[in-house]
């Protein structure tokens, strides 16, 4: 009996899901990324009796270096988006979120305006996860937003370690936030992050800020030409923005609708989803495979063994593959 | 007795190719490119025994478009390398090697003048094997021809796919050759390549070129300010050299010199190189386990549908995965 019951209480959430109620949005992400095995069974369940509804959505991941006004950008670019009749979720990825808790996270007043939205979602990420699960849970969120009927889901991450690289594989547009430096308006760009965007924002575009805003936009657009175009054959642009002063936000929305009608047209938008799903996939299956080894009791003092040998020069790192699989 | 005379001839090729004899050292390479079992445990033994004469060289990565003048390039500096007192080998990752037959491989006239220098060696790739394969042989190579007495390992990619990539978690130092463009330099810098670089070097630095060329370099080492630097606080440089005119050669040689000796220094080289060790030995038991779900004859089919089902929507990845992890 206790089977069907959990069986109507799942078609009953994902109804209510369908219908948009908030309530049942943020219990299907907890059940999502609860660690517990049944819960994990029931958001599977729920998963896939929800996915005719997903997939409706422009994905846009947000990066860019604490202190750039990330918050800020999304809380009144959020609103923008909003304010043309359209629902917004903004979920996080942030593995680090343990050590620095509260900075980005489960904080819904750092996006004040937004929070109050009733068109809005707004969902911290969970904490004390591997960037794995992390972005696991985030890939679950973004198809249940979806179902829930959001047309703009925002996946922000504060590029700690991999987490820019994870967002991008599951976004469909990837825009880096900047600040307009002092002198050298380049420096410190991460290695790579760059080259994932798809639009650059130069944010604090206002008052003393704007000319070298102007300067610091000139030169990544520059900079953007280092790079041969991603296959969509989009060719990424750079806008400024002053959230203070509103300034800028219809443009960047402009810029992702855009990117949006140009891939759709030339059907890069479709591929890349595709591709995104099948490396889900991949990834998935290769996951659970590693578990088993380097993440078994059995296996790890093993692994710690050889890597120590290996390191010393004492084995090479062929033959202490073959004893790792045959001990397994 | 079969056992026992196959030990002793892996010791007598491992005492042959420890004495630097070339044929002994090019049978070995043979040895560890075969596809067969048996060659494959053969190369293992003799790979344990050699391993304490590894690791006495430094090993440098060379890459570039076609027609940057890699070749050339190689065979002049591999020359003033020798010139030195000092041992060459130069090994060739070139997965697509199958397509582009005779333009860069198995052809010893392309170095016409380093392949007669007694003091190098120099091996073309084996053909027909994927990346992973080519990239497995060539670390092993290295290992087999630093056994074998050469100081200095030459490991060259023309850049297609991942090899880029591959090539440079096997190797000390880094180095990209470029030529000077028409208007824009950068442009074509294929994605990431240049931050992986730990000098640039712009070809064809002679006559009418020579001050296009210089041009060049401050274009380049204007655009090395972009990225962070590595962790091993090495600033990438970029130096301009004439192959024809043999101009250059020793500042490149005095770039790697000065590199191994910060990295020395502050102990990032002996770092880098056990990282990519325990990085190799993790990669051969993640393609192990890859192969026995991904290749096996049994899963293939099961793979497919599920990735069609995926493509389609109308399976979860999770789903999909757990299903094929059961079905194993």
Redesign the interface.
């Known amino acids: 009996m206790k089977k069907v019951s959990q069986r109507f209480s799942i078609k009953l959430l994902a109804d209510e899901i369908v219908k948009g109620q908030v309530a049942a949005l943020s219990k299907a992400i907890t059940l999502a990324e609860s660690q517990k095995l049944a819960d994990q069974k029931k958001a ?1 369940t729920l ?2 009796q929800l ?2 509804h ?2 409706r959505s422009v994905r846009i991941g947000i990066t860019g270096s604490p202190g750039v006004g990330k918050s800020t950008f999304i809380d009144v670019w959020g609103k923008y988006i909003t304010s043309l009749g359209k629902k917004v979720a903004v979920l996080a990825v942030d593995p680090s979120s343990e050590k620095t808790k509260g900075s980005i996270l489960g904080d819904k007043t750092r996006m004040a305006a937004l929070a109050k939205d009733p068109l809005a979602f707004i969902r911290p990420s969970a904490t004390r996860q591997t960037l794995g699960g992390v972005a ?1 849970n985030t890939r ?1 969120a973004i198809l249940l937003c979806e179902a829930a009927g959001y047309e703009v889901i925002i996946v922000e991450t504060v590029g700690v370690g991999q987490s820019e690289t994870a967002v991008r594989n599951m976004v469909d547009f990837f825009l880096l936030l900047q600040l307009a430096g002092g002198g ?1 308006e ?7 992050i ?2 994932m965007a798809d639009g650059v924002v130069i944010t604090k575009a206002d008052g003393e800020n704007e000319k070298k805003a102007k300067q610091a936009q000139a030169a990544f657009q520059h ?1 953007l ?4 175009l991603p296959e969509s054959g989009w060719k990424p642009s750079v806008l400024t923005v002053s959230a203070a002063q509103g300034k800028g936000l219809a443009e960047v929305w402009q810029m992702v609708s855009s990117f949006q009608a140009h891939t759709v047209q030339n059907q890069s938008f479709e591929k890349n989803r ?1 591709q995104q ?2 490396r ?3 990834e ?3 996951s ?3 578990k ?3 993440e078994s009791k059995k296996m790890i003092a093993k692994i710690k063994a ?2 120590r040998k ?2 010393e ?10 004893e ?2 045959n001990s397994q």
Chains 1, 2 share one sequence.
Do not use: N
């Open positions: 599977d998963l896939t996915l005719p997903t997939g696991e679950e050298d380049l420096q410190g760009i991460k290695k790579g760059m080259e900079a030409h280092l790079f041969q595709q799903k099948i889900w996939f991949h998935r299956v290769e659970a495979l590693r088993k080894i380097f050889a890597e290996i390191a020069g004492k084995l090479m790192p062929s033959a202490a593959a073959k790792i699989l």
